[in-house]
């Protein structure tokens, strides 16, 4: 039996399941060009050229809805849709398995308040804004059509145009014949015989059914590989969907931020295989743009495994979320950086990585330089972090490294491992923390909140509240970090388990924009 000295339970057994929303529900996308899901001010418009706004006749078209805030877990619905186009209710991903004429579906999505949003969108079905490329069966000289593809990514960067969307066929495709772009940056980067390989503004999906491997070129000790350099425009923004990333030396894609609606999806990481200090190695990382910072990036479904650095590190965004990343057997957590406004973290798992420190979520979550940019802020939800199997310090989730972040809130995850706090000042936060499950093995600050304070001179600015706190020997949870049967009366109201009770309320508003 759990003691009541280990564990902190909830003073209100009458909690509603439902938690209320901290942020106002924003339907990101699909929408039609030129309408904004927001009407704060800068918030940029759907851009014409997205994906989302085209399907190839006959081809299956694959979309997953992009929602931020409002209160968790969502459902979604369809009307108005074709013949054939269906949506699942959780998830919000839309399939047409068969365009064969324009449509334009209506898509809305309820939280659990019953706050509603809908969008419709119009889809133009035909082959003008498609090319293909195949590595097994295509040929450069070719026209890049369904019937004449393209062969390699160097035919695809000398025959696209700005707007083209590419079909990528099963295959391994490399930037050899490419040529190199390693402009400075801005950004730190290790010296060597690394290469970036640039695009301007990719729209890349695997064909339906076919898993296309992108590799870096990497070889231990022989060649330390290229990094795609991607970067996208007002109208045709980045659009990765369905590869996998091979073989890539401390960063597989750098994006350049500035650009609105990125979408990377369905992306499957082995690797980057090292991590270089101070170089922001990862699978993605997104340069600084203090004056001009990308809105509503969506990184959806993104898997890695055995890595030496980190799955995203994330500069100069503005209300993007991070989705159902699932990250195992690497050294280091994904990581919030600078001038990163109204992020989303929700729905992850980060589990078994194999190093101590910081192998969780973390991040500096710092202002920008001379004034310029804003202070960070955001949400954590729903998300699982395992760091049982590792040395102490095992940190889970790392907060305001650099004492700049305004409002967080972090709630409704299970943290095995640290919950660190850094350097709060009377300014920063509040950090409100709450319905929780937090195993560590060291007690917190104060006694018995198992949140580690470092450096905090106004601890008043931490608020932690009816979390589910203990020692591992409690056994609060099983070994996939899923609630042990003795907390059954907390399942759904603390950690990231969402719980059978949960269901969205009949909706009170209905928005449409």
């Known amino acids: 039996m759990v003691s009541f000295r280990h564990v902190l339970i909830c003073l209100a057994l009458s909690c509603a399941p439902a938690l209320a929303a901290n942020y106002p529900l924003e339907l990101v996308s699909p929408r039609a060009a030129g309408t904004a899901p927001s009407s ?43 013949s054939g186009m269906t949506i699942n209710a959780a998830s919000g991903e839309i399939n047409w398995p068969n365009p064969t004429a324009n449509a334009t579906p209506t898509i809305t999505v309820t939280d659990t308040e019953g706050t509603q949003r809908t969008a419709s969108w119009t889809i133009a079905v035909g082959t003008g804004p498609f090319k293909f490329v195949d590595s097994q069966n295509g040929n450069d000289s070719n026209a890049g059509t369904l019937q004449a593809p393209w062969r390699t990514l160097a035919g695809v960067a000398a025959g696209s145009r700005a707007g083209d969307i590419v079909y990528f066929r099963t295959g391994t495709y490399t930037t050899v014949g490419m040529p190199v772009d390693n402009a400075a940056s801005g950004e730190f980067q290790p010296t060597g015989n690394w290469q970036r390989v640039g695009f301007a503004a990719p729209r890349w999906i695997a064909f339906p059914g076919e898993s296309p491997i992108y590799d870096g070129g990497y070889q231990a000790n022989v060649r330390q590989g290229n990094i795609l350099l991607v970067g996208g425009t007002d109208t045709n923004p980045v659009y990765l969907d369905g590869f996998q990333m091979r073989n890539m030396w401390h960063m597989g894609i750098q994006f350049g931020s500035g650009s609105h609606y990125p979408v990377f999806r369905n992306l499957s990481f082995t690797g980057p295989s090292i991590g270089v200090d101070g170089a922001n190695s990862a699978g993605i990382m997104t340069t600084s743009s203090l004056t001009n910072p990308t809105y509503y990036a969506a990184y959806q479904r993104l898997t890695q495994t055995n890595a030496g650095s980190g799955l995203v590190k994330q500069y100069s965004h503005k209300k993007g979320l991070w989705e159902e990343f699932d990250i195992r057997n690497s050294t280091l957590g994904p990581d919030q950086k600078m001038h990163v406004v109204r992020f989303e973290v929700r729905k992850c798992v980060i589990a078994a990585n194999s190093s101590s420190g910081q192998g969780g979520f973390f991040g500096n979550m710092q202002f920008g330089s001379g004034g310029v940019g804003e202070r960070s802020s955001g949400e954590f939800r729903f998300n699982l972090v395992d760091r049982r199997n590792v040395s102490a310090p095992a940190i889970a989730l790392d907060l305001n490294q650099n004492g700049d972040t305004l409002n967080m809130f972090v709630y409704r995850n299970t943290f095995l491992g640290e919950l660190q706090v850094r350097g709060v000042m009377t300014d920063d936060g509040p950090f409100r923390i709450y319905q929780n499950v937090i195993v560590n093995s060291t007690s917190g600050t104060p006694a018995g909140s198992h949140i580690m304070h470092y450096e905090v001179v106004d601890p ?54």
Do not use: K
């Open 460 to 513: 008043s600015r931490i608020l932690p509240t009816d979390n589910l706190v203990g020692f591992p020997a409690d056994n609060l949870v099983t070994a996939t970090g899923t609630l042990a049967p003795s907390q059954d009366r907390w399942r759904g109201l603390r950690g990231h388990e969402i719980g059978s009770e949960v269901r969205p309320r009949p909706p009170t508003a209905v928005a449409v924009q």
């Open 40 to 82: 704060d001010a800068g918030t940029p418009s759907m851009p014409s050229g997205h994906r989302a706004l085209f399907a190839y006749p006959g081809i299956a078209y694959n979309i997953r809805a992009v929602v931020i805030a409002g209160a968790y877990p969502y459902t979604f619905s369809l009307s108005n849709a074709p």
